[in-house]
C-alpha cells in the first residue's frame, strides 16, 4: 500500500470533526433563533387580527343591543356571557368578580371559541366598566346609546333611562331645539376604564371623556395571568407560580385571590422583553366608549 493510499483511507481528526460540529451547532442555533423569531411574530399577527375580529364582534353585539355583554367566566368552556346582577343598588352591571378574571363570551358575541383565543391558544381576557354610581356601567341597558345627544346641546340633566336596570342616557325632548339636549361630553363622562402606560401616564381617562369602553387582553408569549383553553390560569398565581412583572400585574386574571378588587387602571406598555418589573408582552385593544358608540350607529348627532 502507497502513502497516498493509507492518506486516502485516514479519517477525520479529533479536531476536524470538532470543528464541523461546532459549525453545525453554529448553524442550528441561528436557525432555531430564526424559526422562534418567525413563529413569534407570527402568533403575534395571529393575536392582533383576531382581536380585531372579537372588536368588530363587540360591535355588532352594541349596534343590536345598544349596551356592552358581560365577559364569561374563564374558569368555564360556556362561552356565555355571566348573568348581570339583580340586586340593587347594581342592577343590570356584571359582577366584580367577573369583571375582575372574565374572558371574551364568544357564545354570546356568535363567534368561534377559537377566535376567542390569542395565537397563543389562551383565552383573550375582556374587561369593561365595573359597577360605580347608578346608572353609570356600560353593561346597562341602552348605555351605549347615544343618538339623542348632540354636540350643542345645553342640558344639564340626563333622562334616567326608565327603569332601575337602564343607564341613564341623553336627553330626547319631544320638541325644542337640538340645544334642548345633552352634550355627548356629559354622558361619557366617569364611564368607561383608564389606561396607563408603564411609567404611570394617563392614556385614556375614566374619569374624563377619553375612557376605554373595553379592554381586550392577550397575555403574550409569557401567558402570565392568561386563561388556558382548558379554565386554568397559566402563571402569575400563587402557590408555585411565578409572580406578573410589575408592568402586568395589573391586567392579569386573579381567580384565586380571596380579595378580588378591580384595579383602578389598567397598563398598555412598550413590548419589553428584557426579564424584570417593564418586562411587557401584552397585546391590548381599547377603542373609547364614543367610537364604539358610532361605529355601532348608535353616535351622537352630527353638529
Not at 340586586?87 to 358575541?109: D, Q, S, Y
Not at 402557590?239 to 385571590?257: I, S
Request: hydrophobic share 40%.
Amino acid at each position: 500500500m502507497t502513502i497516498g493510499s493509507r492518506h486516502q483511507q485516514r479519517g477525520f481528526s479529533l479536531l476536524e470533526i470538532a470543528i464541523v460540529l461546532a459549525i453545525l451547532g453554529f448553524v442550528l442555533t441561528i436557525g432555531l433563533k430564526s424559526t422562534g423569531a418567525y413563529l413569534s411574530a407570527e402568533r403575534r399577527q395571529t393575536t392582533v387580527a383576531r382581536l380585531a375580529g372579537i372588536d368588530a364582534a363587540l360591535v355588532n353585539y352594541v349596534a343590536l343591543q345598544k349596551r356592552l355583554p358581560c365577559p364569561a367566566d374563564g374558569r368555564l368552556a360556556t362561552g356565555v356571557e355571566v348573568p348581570r346582577d339583580t340586586v340593587a343598588p347594581n342592577i343590570g352591571t356584571c359582577t366584580v368578580a367577573a369583571l375582575n378574571n372574565g374572558v371574551v363570551p364568544w357564545v354570546t358575541l356568535g363567534i368561534t371559541e377559537a377566535e376567542a383565543q390569542d395565537g397563543w391558544g389562551n383565552r383573550i381576557s375582556y374587561r369593561t366598566s365595573k359597577p360605580a354610581a347608578a346608572g353609570t356601567a356600560l353593561t346597562l341597558d341602552n348605555a351605549m346609546d347615544l343618538t339623542n345627544c348632540d354636540p350643542a346641546g345645553t342640558r344639564a340633566v340626563l333622562d334616567n333611562g326608565g327603569p332601575p336596570q337602564n343607564a341613564q342616557i341623553c336627553f330626547s325632548p319631544t320638541a325644542g331645539t337640538p340645544a334642548d339636549n345633552n352634550r355627548p361630553s356629559l354622558l361619557i363622562t366617569g364611564r368607561g376604564l383608564t389606561v396607563q402606560d408603564g411609567a404611570g401616564t394617563v392614556l385614556m381617562n375614566a374619569a374624563g371623556t377619553t375612557g376605554a369602553a373595553y379592554l381586550l387582553i392577550s397575555h403574550g408569549e409569557n401567558r402570565v395571568g392568561a386563561y388556558s383553553s382548558g379554565g386554568q390560569v397559566q402563571i402569575g398565581e400563587p402557590p408555585n407560580l411565578p409572580a406578573a412583572p410589575a408592568y402586568e400585574d395589573r391586567n392579569k386574571n386573579r381567580p384565586n385571590d380571596p380579595a378580588i378588587a378591580m384595579p383602578p387602571y389598567f397598563v398598555d406598555a412598550p413590548q419589553s422583553d428584557v426579564p424584570g418589573n417593564t418586562q411587557f408582552d401584552d397585546i391590548i385593544l381599547r377603542p373609547t366608549v364614543i367610537s364604539v358608540a358610532t361605529r355601532a350607529g348608535l353616535g351622537p348627532r352630527k353638529p
